[in-house]
């Protein structure tokens, strides 16, 4: 099984500023098969990206993702007070089998 | 518009089962497959399992097989998901989500509004 480590736990900073969460897999992701889900309280998560760098219908542009094989990266260009949230990576690969990481939580500097 | 809505919030005893469905509309019920996820209070996500809605196969996590079991109705365009031997530790919200393809693997597009189940005695 493949295990996802998000760091860091938890990052603090304010609107405006950008955002780097980190996702890194145990083992390689096959063909990029990489998602990222934002999730607030109460609620049911929301898609962001797939295939590590495909925006999902309705994502604005500052939410971008990069990365290949085992470090994937999601990057919030510049923080509006709605995105402070969980962040959630997910791997999916055959048979299917997927697994997410821990999360990330953004709050408010 | 694409939606899953699922049935309400459970209170069950340990050692019982519960059944969540999960009603789709909107789009082709059989072109996409269903994943349900899990979330204990206050912690991450937890895949638990796949269905097609095409052919009925399944694929479930390692940690949950032989106690859940995942169906659909075409007639209605509906999934569920049973989960027997109920114990403390599988009190959660449960999640049915769709696939955003039509073949596996991938990401998960849409999302119930999540079933509350509680294990209690």
């Known amino acids: 099984e493949i ?5 860091p736990g938890t990052l ?15 083992q390689s992701v096959s063909s990029s098969y990489l998602a990222w889900y934002q999730q607030k309280p109460g ?8 295939g590590a760098s495909s925006r999902a219908t309705g994502i604005p542009d500052r939410f971008s993702g990069s990365g290949s094989g085992t470090d994937f990266t999601l990057t919030i260009s510049r923080l509006e007070p709605e995105d402070f949230a969980v ?7 055959s048979s ?14 | 518009q694409v939606q899953l809505v699922q049935s309400g919030a459970e209170v069950k005893k ?11 509309s909107g789009y082709t019920f059989t072109s996409y497959g269903i994943s349900w996820v899990r979330q204990a ?23 949950l097989q032989g106690r859940v079991t995942m169906t659909t109705d075409t007639s209605t365009s509906t999934a569920y998901m049973e989960l027997r031997s ?22 998960f597009d849409i999302w119930g509004q999540g079933t509350m189940v509680t294990v209690s005695s």
């Open chain 1, 3 to 7: 295990v996802l480590t998000q760091s």
């Open chain 1, 12 to 26: 603090s900073l304010s609107p405006g500023e950008r955002a780097t969460l980190s996702c890194r897999a145990s």
């Open chain 1, 43 to 50: 609620q049911a998560p929301r898609l962001l990206i797939y």
């Open chain 1, 87 to 93: 962040y959630y990576c997910q791997q999916y690969g």
């Open chain 1, 96 to 109: 299917p089998q997927y697994t997410f990481g821990q999360g990330t939580k953004l709050e408010i500097k």
């Open chain 2, 14 to 24: 340990p050692g019982a089962s519960v059944k969540v469905s999960c009603k789709a």
């Open chain 2, 41 to 63: 209070p206050g912690q991450g996500l937890e895949w638990m399992g796949w269905i097609s809605a095409y052919n009925g196969n399944t694929n479930y996590a390692q940690k």
């Open chain 2, 86 to 107: 109920l114990r403390s530790d599988d009190t959660a919200v449960y999640y049915c989500a769709k696939l955003m393809t039509t073949v596996t693997p991938g990401a």
